[in-house]
C-alpha cells in the first residue's frame, strides 16, 4: 500500500500525536545541533568546546535556551511593537511546516495503527516546502524594519534579495528531479529511487546547485550576509533579545534541518537503505528506516558546519553574481541536457546516441568556459594593464652623498 493510502487511513489522534513528535524531535535536534556545531568547530579549530555543563558539554544548549528565556525582554521605543513581535513567530513556523510533507519511514507500526512518520502527502509536496521557505523570509523583512533601526532594515532587505536569488536556483535544481521521478510528492520520488540509483549520483549538478542553494537560503556561512557582523552589527535581529531572538535562533537551526531532509529525501533515498544494505529496513519492524533517515540529515548537518568553520564570508556582490550569473544559466543549461536525455531513454533510442549527445554538451561546456576564461583575462588587462605584466621592481636607495649631505646639514643646525 502506498504511504498517500497509509496516511488517508489515519485517525485525528495519530495525527495529532505525529504532529507534536515531529516539534519535540526539531526541538530536541535544534539544541543538540547547537552543542554538535560547537563540539566540531572547536575540534576544527584545535579548541575544546564546550565542556563543563553535563557530560561533555551536553546540556550546554539547554543551558544556553534557559539564559535567553530570562534575560530582559526589550522592544525599541522606535519599533512597530505588534510586527516586532509577530516576526520572529513567522520565522519559526513556517520552519516548522515544512516538516509536515517529508516521509520519515517507510510502513511501522504506530500504536496499532499501519501507518508512516508523515503528516501528509499531497502531490505537489516539493512545491509546498519551497513555499513554507518563502514565506519565512517574511519574519526576516519584518524584523528588520519593524526594529526602527537602520542596520536591522538593511539586513532585512540583504535577506530578502539573497532568498529570491537562491530559491530561484534552488527551484531550477529541481525540476531535473521532477523529470526522472515523474512527480512533485516527497514519498513518490523516494519511492523512485528505491530500485536504482539515488538522484544525488544521477543528477549530480543538480545535486550540487542544490547543496549550494540550500546554504544561501538558510543564511549560513559563508552565505550570512544577512547578519554580516562587520557591516551590519547583528543584521536584521540586533534589536531583538529574550524569547523573540530564541524564536529566531530556532528558526535557523530547524531551517538547516528542513533543507537537509529534503536533500535526503530528493537525492539520497529517503528513508531507504545505502544500496546492498536493504536488509536492515525491516529491523526494529521497519523502524530502522528513521535511523537511516537522520544519518542523512546528519551528514549534510556536518557540512553546514564544516563549511563554517573553514570558508570566509563573501563580499555581497561575489555572491549575488555567483547566484544570477553562474547558478541560474548553469541550472538552465542542465534542465535542457537532462530532459534531452529523458526523451532520448524513453523514445528507445540507442545508447551510443545518448552517449554522442552527452559527449557534444561536454565539449559545449568546455568551449563556452574557456571562450568565458579567456574575454575575462582579456577584460581585466584592459581595465587593469599593470596586472597583465606585474613588475615588482625594488625602488632604489638614496644616494650616498644625499645622505651625507641631510647628516651635515643637521650638524649645522646643532
Not at 555543563?53 to 528565556?69: H, M, P, R, S, Y
Request: hydrophobic share 55%.
Amino acid at each position: 500500500m502506498s504511504n498517500a493510502l497509509l496516511l488517508l487511513d489515519d485517525p485525528g489522534w495519530i495525527i495529532t500525536l505525529k504532529a507534536v513528535i515531529v516539534f519535540a524531535v526539531c526541538v530536541v535536534l535544534t539544541i543538540m545541533s547547537v552543542w554538535g556545531e560547537r563540539r566540531l568547530v572547536a575540534r576544527m579549530q584545535m579548541r575544546v568546546g564546550p565542556n563543563r555543563v553535563g557530560k561533555f558539554g551536553l546540556i550546554q544548549a539547554l543551558a544556553d535556551g534557559v539564559k535567553l528565556a530570562l534575560k530582559e525582554d526589550l522592544i525599541p521605543a522606535a519599533a512597530d511593537k505588534v510586527v516586532f513581535v509577530i516576526a520572529p513567530i513567522i520565522s519559526a513556523t513556517a520552519a516548522f511546516m515544512a516538516f509536515a510533507v517529508m516521509p520519515m519511514t517507510g510502513p511501522v507500526n504506530f500504536f496499532g495503527e499501519e501507518t508512516v512518520m508523515q503528516l501528509t502527502d499531497i502531490p505537489v509536496g516539493v512545491l509546498y516546502v519551497l513555499a513554507t521557505a518563502s514565506v519565512g523570509v517574511y519574519g526576516i523583512v519584518l524584523a528588520g524594519w519593524s526594529s526602527g533601526s537602520t542596520y536591522p532594515l538593511l539586513g532585512g532587505l540583504r535577506s530578502s534579495a539573497q532568498v529570491i536569488s537562491y530559491e530561484i536556483a534552488m527551484g531550477l535544481s529541481l525540476v531535473s528531479v521532477f523529470i526522472y521521478s515523474g512527480s512533485m510528492s516527497t514519498s513518490s520520488i523516494v519511492q523512485a529511487q528505491q530500485d536504482t540509483w539515488w538522484y544525488g549520483l544521477v543528477l549530480f549538478p543538480s545535486f550540487v546547485i542544490y547543496a549550494i542553494s540550500m546554504v544561501g537560503e538558510t543564511n549560513r556561512a559563508p552565505f550570512d550576509l544577512a547578519e554580516a557582523e562587520g557591516e551590519l552589527v547583528g543584521g536584521f535581529h540586533t534589536e531583538y533579545s529574550s524569547l523573540k531572538f530564541a524564536l529566531f535562533f530556532l528558526a535557523e537551526y530547524v531551517n538547516i534541518i528542513a533543507v537537509s531532509a529534503l536533500a535526503t529525501t530528493l537525492f539520497l533515498g529517503g528513508y531507504h537503505a545505502i544500496p546492498g544494505l536493504g536488509f536492515t529496513e525491516q529491523w526494529l519492524g521497519g523502524w530502522f528506516t528513521l535511523i537511516w533517515f537522520f544519518i542523512k540529515v546528519l551528514f549534510f548537518f556536518f557540512i553546514f558546519v564544516w563549511l563554517r568553520g573553514t570558508l570566509p564570508r563573501l563580499r555581497y556582490d561575489q555572491f549575488m553574481q555567483f547566484g544570477w550569473k553562474v547558478l541560474i544559466p548553469v541550472s538552465l543549461l542542465w534542465i535542457l541536457v537532462v530532459a534531452t536525455l529523458r526523451l532520448i531513454s524513453t523514445t528507445s533510442q540507442s545508447r551510443p546516441v545518448t552517449f554522442a549527445f552527452a559527449g557534444v554538451v561536454v565539449l559545449i561546456v568546455l568551449a563556452i568556459s574557456t571562450a568565458f576564461e579567456s574575454s575575462k583575462k582579456k577584460r581585466d588587462s584592459v581595465v587593469h594593464p599593470e596586472a597583465a605584466e606585474p613588475n615588482f621592481a625594488v625602488p632604489s636607495l638614496p644616494s650616498e652623498i644625499t645622505t651625507i649631505n641631510v647628516s651635515n646639514q643637521g650638524g649645522d643646525r646643532g
